[in-house]
């Protein structure tokens, strides 16, 4: 799938959810349902020059990046599987990380980044609104939302973000 070259990306499904993060497990023993279509990096994104971000993550993430130069983030060759995550009032709590080249990490420190997400195999969603944060890491300078997903499933994950563009 070829993400939208505005704002927003949407990433079909993973189980139990469905967005980039370094903190999920490599090994993922977990059963994936047929019915659950993994999205898979098959055509990797290269991040713009001018952004300072690697080339490629790490790789021991064994993950590639996907999406626009206006909105990217990064996802498992595999395809994204969340397991073990802790529990709280809103849900599955799990943080991800998203990068733009309209992202100002050194004037952002509360990007107006939202995700929401649709399960695919019941009537679950759920929204996460802004504010983001930012971080930093050996992958680069991003945003980052923590999301609480209702519960386990196959889950289409939206990202959407507000950006002041000055001239």
């Known amino acids: ?23 999920a497990n ?19 994104f290269v991040p713009p020059a001018e952004y300072h971000a690697p080339a490629r ?10 999406g626009t130069g206006r ?16 529990r709280g009032a809103d849900g599955l709590g799990q943080k991800t990380f998203w990068w733009s080249a309209d992202f100002d990490v050194n004037h952002e ?7 929401t997400g649709r399960q695919l195999d019941g009537f679950g969603r759920f929204a996460s ?6 971080a930093g890491a050996d992958f680069g300078s991003a945003m980052l939302i923590g999301v609480g997903v209702p519960s386990t499933g196959c889950w289409e994950i939206t990202l959407s973000y507000v ?3 000055s001239g």
């Open 57 to 66: 993550p790490p790789a021991y993430y064994d993950a590639e990046w996907y």
């Open 129 to 134: 609104p802004a504010p983001g944060t930012n």
């Open 1 to 23: 799938m070829s993400p939208p070259a505005s704002g927003s990306l949407t990433i079909p499904p993973a189980t139990p959810t469905s967005t980039p993060s370094p903190s």
């Open 163 to 165: 950006a002041w563009i």
């Open 26 to 44: 490599a090994a993922a023993p977990h059963h994936v349902p047929s019915t659950c279509h993994l999205t898979k990096p098959t055509h990797p």
């Open 71 to 86: 909105l990217w983030t990064m996802l498992r060759r595999g395809g994204e599987v969340w397991f073990d995550l802790p």
């Open 109 to 115: 420190q509360q990007p107006a980044i939202s995700v």
